[in-house]
């Protein structure tokens, strides 16, 4: 026994000797920028968290849909924190839209990537390390772009003093010696520093990622840095589709630009519609040749391709996407959106405003007498995309293909207010973005796959239109071979609207400036409804008071009868025109000042 302890005892010494740091403090697995220039695959991770901030929603589920703060829809969640703000309750410390914090934290992981990646051995071959770094680091640069046109748009304001401000520009990293306490740069110099992150970013990406099958084919810039075929693919190749690229920044730049030249901005920006215009030309450029023939054909309704969805491979775009999210494959848009008696929750209610802003097939709006809207037909001989976007009474959804009865005298939980929070509260449901193959049903789903576009071309061409008109006039072309005009024919061709071959109620106001901004206003509506435009729209055009707080309205049946009701009302005062800095910054930040009424 006393042998058996000795050795026990010896044993215990060896174990306790080689182990010198059992009694002292672990190191902390924290890593400083030291630590990371020696670990690209950490180092890169700071870039890593600009992508899951990505201001346009990080994958195919991540929709907001703030339409619902909008004269376009209402939730029938009485806990939607959009429908809260809309009825009310906006204030600097209850604010649905706050970006603030969260994007200015992963701009924090920007700068500091910016910093660390001069000194990171990317790769063994020093050809293929710097190609790394400068791919990298045009990377960073273009989605701090991207984050600082978001950040102005939810942001950005007149101070009670007369000045057009943004945001405090930061192009360095911050730790716990920095002064925090900066002021905000005025607009432009955001616009400013935008601008110069797009150019960093251009200069250092390729237009598109992709596989090159030869040498001659590796774009110069890269073949001065001493790239060869192999080289450049194995950084710029295929396995890099889909991040930011020299395209993707200056599709930032021209939705910035069309942001300042707004009414809301030109003022204290200094950009024209002109330049916004261009701006926009020069990402239809893309397209090759005449844009207006290259629109794609079926970009109005992407969503219904569910195969071409499925079989869609990584990175690759069809001809409408510019910039896309990952293809994921799931029932949760559908068990969001599906009609209830589709096992779904029916949270998106379009608006009757919505629905009132959907020409005739002829083109005419309802609200001309050449249109032949019947109100007690509301539905028959109308443009076809209200059919493709909104589930009205008596359309066919879902797999089965159901008739879904909204009407109030309904007998099942679709029927207008049947049943608390599934049922629609406006006499309408949302067909757009979801996939009809999909079945919700919790003892039997069906999945289907879902890509959300984070800039689509149509997007492009409405923007061009819209500065276009704005800027020479509805058939004006400035230096481009297309005008206004000439867009909004096309999209309106696209959607299968007019008469015989022809748009008559376009070709009547194609000489008129204010009718022209109206229906480009319209189509854009139309368009891109549910994609998380309207709301700033809206803004950025400083539309009336009244407009912002029109009362959104739905459509009882009973019966063969119309019946056009309210709904909810809208409850934004004359400053809500831009949103607020937040409150808890103020209260942190002596420097900073607020954004006039908030």
Known sequence: MKLKNIIL???????????????????????????????????????????????????????????????????????????????????????????????????????????????????????????????FQGDAYGMRALYMYHLLMSCAGWSADGQLLGIPILTESEDINSDFNKPRNTFRECLDQLNRDVEKAIEMLPEEYGDVNGAGDV????????????????????????RMSARVARAIRAQAALLAASPAYS??????????????????????????????????????????IKNLVAGYNRPEFLWRSNKNESADLEKDQYPPSLFGKGRVNPSQNLVDAFPSLTGYPISDSR???????????????????????????????????????????????????????????????????????????TNGYHIKPWIRYTEIFLGYAEAANEAWGPQGKGANSYSAYDVIKAIRQ????????????LESIKGDKDKMRELIRNERRLELCFEGFRFWDLRRWKVDLSKLNETVKGM???????????????????????????????????????????
């Open 267 to 308: 003022e204290g920006s200094g950009v024209t519609w002109e330049q916004a215009a261009n701006s926009m030309a020069e990402i239809l450029a893309n397209l090759g040749g005449n844009p207006i023939a290259n629109i794609d054909p079926t970009g109005n309704k992407w969503y219904e391709d569910a195969n071409g």
């Open 494 to 505: 696209r959607a299968g609207i007019g008469e015989n071959g022809g748009d008559p109620y």
């Open 371 to 445: 249109s032949g809207y019947d109100a007690q037909n509301p539905y028959a001989n109308r443009d076809p995309r209200l059919a493709l976007y909104i589930i009205y009474n008596g359309c066919k959804a879902g797999a089965s293909s159901s008739v879904i009865t909204t009407a109030a005298d309904g007998t099942n939980n679709d029927a207008m207010n049947k049943f608390d929070g599934a049922s629609t509260r406006t006499g309408y449901y949302l067909r757009k973005f979801l996939d009809m193959n999909v079945n919700a049903n919790p003892s039997n789903t």
């Open 556 to 598: 009882k049946i009973t019966g063969t009868n119309h019946e056009v009701v309210d709904v909810e009302k809208r409850d934004y005062k004359d400053y809500m025109y831009y949103g607020p800095v937040p409150y808890s910054e103020m209260l942190k930040f002596d420097a900073l000042i607020q954004n006039k009424g908030w």
């Open 9 to 135: 005892s010896a044993a215990l010494l060896v174990a306790f000797s080689a182990c010198d740091d059992l009694f002292e403090p672990t190191i902390e697995n924290h890593k400083d920028a030291a630590d990371l220039e020696n670990m690209p695959s950490w180092a890169v991770g700071l870039l890593g968290h600009a992508y899951i901030s990505n201001p346009l929603g990080e994958n195919a589920n991540s929709w907001k849909f703030t339409d619902v703060a909008t004269d376009d829809a209402v939730s029938n969640d009485i806990g939607n924190s959009y429908l809260k703000m809309a009825t009310g309750s906006w204030r600097a410390d209850n604010n649905a839209m706050d970006n603030w914090q969260y994007l200015r934290a992963s701009w924090q992981y920007l700068n500091q990537f910016l910093e660390i990646s001069e000194n990171v051995e990317w790769a063994r071959d020093k050809v293929a390390s710097d190609l790394f770094k400068v791919r």
């Open 219 to 242: 774009p110069s810039k890269y073949t001065q840095m001493g790239a060869d075929l192999s080289q450049y693919n194995r950084v710029f190749g295929d396995h890099a589709k889909n």
